[in-house]
């Protein structure tokens, strides 16, 4: 499956490895060109540099084939915007997106948005692992 | 009118001074503390500080009764999702968003924002206006008709010079409003009017048809 990622920060390059390493074809955008250190040497995808947000960036890698696109950057606002561009403009069937706020995240789901709250879900995981 | 700005930036804080002059409840959304002091010192308490993208603040500040919100903060991103909350977490009935990526127009129109101004774009067309050469001025967009009004200008090397308003293969949804000639008052463009050289044509038009009425009025 065609995979485009946006940000190359740990969880990014950690999912792209993953990805690369069963055969899928991954392409990682990052504003940074120093994050693409965190990716493996062996790794066979496509590094961008690049701006989420940027229509022309997003099809220099490839959004118009991609069957999936991750919005994993540091900014809530810019996850969401990226993936509102990736859904509502380039069809991409499967989108996801990370949102730290709880509240965003919610209000997001609702509108029909797949994203997930890693605060809420550690929170959750973190009182399940002191509770039980 | 209860109106939300978020962002306290130059813009924000401007537009602040203009909405309350015109005497309208007006409150500021801007993060950073220093900006807030100095706002408050000059303008009063009409700012509260707080991220305008959380839907947290904008419970606070009370945006299920503002008739208004306008991001106006440097990130276009920012400007987005504080739209968007407002307008699908408290149903504000009127969100606009400053953009400063004009690119970002059409994406914002298509993710439900109702008014988008981009600067970068006002500055463009102001200078358009002031190039003689370009023959195709915009003076407005009528946004929920998808129409706008333009002005052409019938150079003196222009095909259509001495043809009649009925010999020209004007786009349909094409309306010519108005024809300025030097020295005359303004004349209402009939089938038979003829065209001379520096005449202004207003007319009213679809963006999508904008390129074939140039292409008609003045042949080139």
Do not use: W
């Not at chain 1, 900014?75 to 509102?84: E, H, I, L, S």
């Not at chain 1, 550690?122 to 509770?131: P, S, T, Y």
């Amino acid at each position: 499956m065609k995979v485009v990622i946006m940000g190359c920060g740990r969880v990014g390059a950690h999912l792209a490895a993953l990805l690369d390493s069963e055969g899928h074809s991954v392409a990682v955008l990052d504003t940074d060109a120093y994050s693409f250190r965190r990716l493996p040497p062996d790794f066979n995808g496509t590094a961008l540099l690049g701006n989420g947000i940027d229509e022309e960036a997003l099809k220099r890698a490839g959004i118009e084939e991609a069957d999936i696109f991750v919005a994993l950057t540091q900014g809530d606002n810019r996850n969401v915007m990226a993936a509102q561009i990736a859904k509502h403009i380039f069809n991409v069937p499967r989108v996801v997106c990370r949102i730290y706020d709880p509240l965003r995240q919610e209000l997001y789901s609702t509108l029909g948005l797949e994203a997930f709250s890693p605060t809420t879900i550690f929170a959750q995981m973190l009182k399940g692992k002191l509770l039980s | 009118m209860y109106i939300i700005i978020i962002g306290g930036g130059r813009v924000g804080y401007y537009l602040t001074k203009a909405l309350l002059d015109e005497g309208h409840e007006v409150l500021i959304v801007e993060k950073n503390a220093t900006v807030c002091e100095v706002i408050t010192e000059q303008m009063g308490s009409v700012c509260f500080r707080g991220d305008g993208c959380e839907a947290a603040t904008l419970a606070e500040i009370g945006t299920g009764r503002a008739d208004m919100l306008i991001a106006v903060t440097g990130d276009d991103e920012d400007n987005l999702v504080a739209c968007q909350v407002a307008k699908h977490k408290f149903n504000v009935p009127r969100t606009i968003a400053r953009i400063r990526n004009p690119q970002n127009e059409p994406i914002f129109k298509k993710l439900g924002i109702d008014v988008t101004v981009s600067a970068t774009n006002i500055i463009l067309e102001h200078i358009e206006e002031e190039v003689p050469t370009h023959p195709l001025i915009h003076l407005l967009t009528i946004r929920d008709k998808g129409l706008e009004i333009v002005e052409v200008k019938i150079s003196p090397d222009s095909t259509t010079v001495g043809k009649a308003v009925k010999e020209l293969p004007l786009p349909e949804g094409s309306t010519l409003s108005l024809l300025l000639r030097k020295r005359q008052k303004p004349i209402i463009p009939r089938a038979s009017t003829i065209l001379q050289a520096e005449d202004r044509i207003i007319a009213v038009t679809t963006p999508e048809s904008e390129a074939a009425l140039r292409t008609a009025l003045t042949g080139i």
